[in-house]
């Protein structure tokens, strides 16, 4: 099926046929995105999001043709949010990535750096994690192997993945908590009172200092949060996936035709 585009004034929206295409397509977004820069810079950095679909990419991305030509060894995995829960918790997204992804892909152990968040306090793991990537992109191996000086305080990575619930949250910015007005922090500990837990997460303003943020959705339960979070009245605080606004790079929303049932126009047909 050829996909079809949709261009906002600060988004371009690739609608695909279903789960199965989406996982597919995003699985060549990401490899075509890591050629590009390790081509280009030496390096690729990438945070990365759980649920079903980034499992259903991941397995791809492990699998050939991807586990045989994405030049994994210059790749380096961060990731966008993480339950407080230890490494090897069902819960936890990088234990998902490592046993879908990690595990069976040639990544250096060192290209690893995933939130420390099995500490006892949720703010010192969140402080740790911000530690980790202003060493890394600020002062460390991710300014010099770039040669080049960051636009401002907070890391730039090449490609964050993220995902959007039915409520219209991303990573673990949730409606009406606290991390939505974090300002310029790299990460916070955020409770979120549904759940009763706190969650550790990158901010908005990370996420808008990258050069590429891809978020990927699908599913009907995600198809009138999609319309009012694109086409509604600006509403942060109600809907978090709207604070995602890169600085000075690019927004794309891969989504299959359930999620994007309720758009007003669904587009032309592309490549």
Known sequence: MSTKMLNRSD?????????EELAVKAARHFARLADQYVVGQGHFTVALSGGSTPRAMFSLLAADPF??????????????????????HPDSNYRMTSETLLSKAPVPADNIFRIPAEMEDPDAAAEEYSAILRT?????????????????ALPRFDLVFLGMGPDGHTAS????????????????ANYVEKFGAYRITLTA???NNARN??????????????????EGPYSADLYPSQL???RKGSLLWMVDEAAAARLSDQGQGGA
């Not at 890394?136 to 401002?152: D, E, H, K, V």
């Not at 699908?218 to 009012?228: I, M, N, S, V, Y």
């Open 173 to 188: 910015l949730f409606p009406g908590t606290a991390a939505l007005q974090a300002g310029e922090q790299i990460a916070v």
């Open 67 to 88: 586990l045989e030509t994405v030049p994994w060894s210059a790749i380096y995995f961060f990731w966008g949010d993480e339950r407080c829960v230890p490494p090897d």
């Open 213 to 230: 943020v891809t978020f990927v959705a699908g599913g009907a339960d995600k198809a009138e949060t999609l319309r009012d979070v694109l």
């Open 11 to 19: 988004a371009q929206v690739r609608i695909y046929k279903d789960a």
């Open 136 to 152: 890394f992109f600020l002062t460390g191996p991710g300014m010099s192997r770039t040669g080049t000086a960051p636009l401002s």
């Open 205 to 207: 303003a990370t996420i």
């Open 244 to 246: 995602i606004r890169p």
